[in-house]
């Protein structure tokens, strides 16, 4: 998918607008949530497997979500966390429950990000 084209997928974050510490950011070329600075969820509009929604949680949290939201699988590429397929039937209503628990600060939702690696910068003299 082009840069240039918008993600078909943003209207999910439109429920974060209000929220202060919200941001997006660009990540894999999708577009993700970060609410308190925790990365919660990715909005994918691209080819399988990055197409629906991906939520950012741990191993141990995983059962609990899947239990609560039965459309979520583990994400068959990123293991640690779920996703939800844009195909299934019911997407709008899990992309409503998640953005409605990270909202009220679940804590199976959400993750540190890790920090960026410096670049190298050229030794070279100028």
């Given at each position: 998918m082009p840069?240039?084209?918008?993600?078909s997928l943003l209207w999910i974050f439109d429920a974060f607008e209000r929220?202060?510490?919200y941001v997006c950011k660009r990540m894999f070329g999708c577009d993700a949530a970060y609410v308190d600075g925790l990365l919660?969820?990715?909005a994918a509009d691209r080819a399988k497997p990055w197409n629906g929604l991906l939520v950012c949680t741990s191993h141990e949290?995983?059962?609990a979500l899947i239990e609560e939201?039965?459309?979520?699988?583990?994400h068959p590429v990123l293991g640690k966390w779920l996703y939800v397929p844009q195909e299934d039937p019911a997407?709008?209503?899990?992309?409503?429950?998640l953005t409605t628990?990270?909202?009220a600060r679940d804590p199976r939702i959400g993750v540190e990000p890790k920090p960026r690696?410096?670049?190298?910068q050229s030794m070279l003299p100028r």
């Amino acid at each position: 998918m082009p840069s240039s084209v918008r993600n078909s997928l943003l209207w999910i974050f439109d429920a974060f607008e209000r929220e202060p510490t919200y941001v997006c950011k660009r990540m894999f070329g999708c577009d993700a949530a970060y609410v308190d600075g925790l990365l919660c969820l990715i909005a994918a509009d691209r080819a399988k497997p990055w197409n629906g929604l991906l939520v950012c949680t741990s191993h141990e949290r995983q059962a609990a979500l899947i239990e609560e939201l039965p459309a979520l699988r583990v994400h068959p590429v990123l293991g640690k966390w779920l996703y939800v397929p844009q195909e299934d039937p019911a997407f709008e209503t899990a992309a409503e429950a998640l953005t409605t628990l990270v909202l009220a600060r679940d804590p199976r939702i959400g993750v540190e990000p890790k920090p960026r690696r410096a670049r190298k910068q050229s030794m070279l003299p100028r």
